[in-house]
């Protein structure tokens, strides 16, 4: 047993549960999901005193992060469907997928928004030029005939924000 890996795992249960833990056995798990390993590693069982739902909890630590350098502690307690070290791990697997999905859904969500606002600043321009006139912040009315320089530098100006907007929904993270 080694007590380097295992006392923060152990202080981890007790901080992630806020309840004392002792620790009963460690239980090498391989999970294989359609042939391919997904998981592999120790996971400690710990008996829990004090918790008001759960008697056991299922716990380890790997390292997480785009750069793997930060050492994420995971704590699952034995509380229906949860009711082997086994399903623990699947328990999480799932979970941190479920997270994964949320985050690229939000992602695609907010460039989606991002391109809709060039869209709509397209098609407000657009309106504005056939019209023959912008109205600025101000109030102040450019009409294509009274002043086209500035009518026109109106235009390629909105076009030019709607571009970005469009290019930012494609390309920026």
Same mark, same amino acid.
């Given at each position: 047993m080694n007590l380097?890996? +295992?006392?923060? *795992?152990?202080? =981890?249960?007790?901080? #992630? !549960?806020? $309840?004392?833990?002792?620790h009963v056995e460690t239980m090498l798990l391989h999970k294989v999901f359609r042939g391919q390993a997904i998981w592999k590693g120790d996971v400690e069982v710990s008996d829990l005193q004090g918790h008001p739902k759960a008697k056991r909890a299922y716990a380890w630590s790997h390292l997480d992060g785009e750069s793997e350098k930060r050492t994420r502690f995971v704590a699952v307690l034995e509380i229906p469907p949860v009711e082997s070290a086994e399903a623990s791990v699947r328990v999480q697997i799932v979970q941190d997928f479920r997270k994964e999905i949320f985050k690229m859904t939000a992602s695609i969500i907010d460039k989606m928004i991002v391109m809709l606002m060039g869209l709509v600043f397209v098609l407000f321009t657009n309106w504005q030029c056939r019209r023959g006139e912008f109205i600025t912040?101000?109030? !102040?009315?450019?009409? !294509?005939?009274?002043?086209?320089? =500035? /009518?026109?530098?109106? *235009?390629?100006? $909105? /076009? =030019? &924000?709607? &571009?970005? #907007? +469009? +290019?930012?929904?494609? /390309? /920026?993270p």
């Amino acid at each position: 047993m080694n007590l380097d890996y +295992l006392e923060p *795992v152990q202080a =981890a249960v007790s901080q #992630l !549960r806020n $309840c004392g833990a002792t620790h009963v056995e460690t239980m090498l798990l391989h999970k294989v999901f359609r042939g391919q390993a997904i998981w592999k590693g120790d996971v400690e069982v710990s008996d829990l005193q004090g918790h008001p739902k759960a008697k056991r909890a299922y716990a380890w630590s790997h390292l997480d992060g785009e750069s793997e350098k930060r050492t994420r502690f995971v704590a699952v307690l034995e509380i229906p469907p949860v009711e082997s070290a086994e399903a623990s791990v699947r328990v999480q697997i799932v979970q941190d997928f479920r997270k994964e999905i949320f985050k690229m859904t939000a992602s695609i969500i907010d460039k989606m928004i991002v391109m809709l606002m060039g869209l709509v600043f397209v098609l407000f321009t657009n309106w504005q030029c056939r019209r023959g006139e912008f109205i600025t912040k101000y109030g !102040r009315t450019i009409r !294509r005939e009274d002043d086209p320089l =500035a /009518f026109w530098v109106m *235009v390629i100006i $909105c /076009f =030019a &924000i709607a &571009i970005a #907007l +469009l +290019l930012a929904g494609f /390309f /920026f993270p």
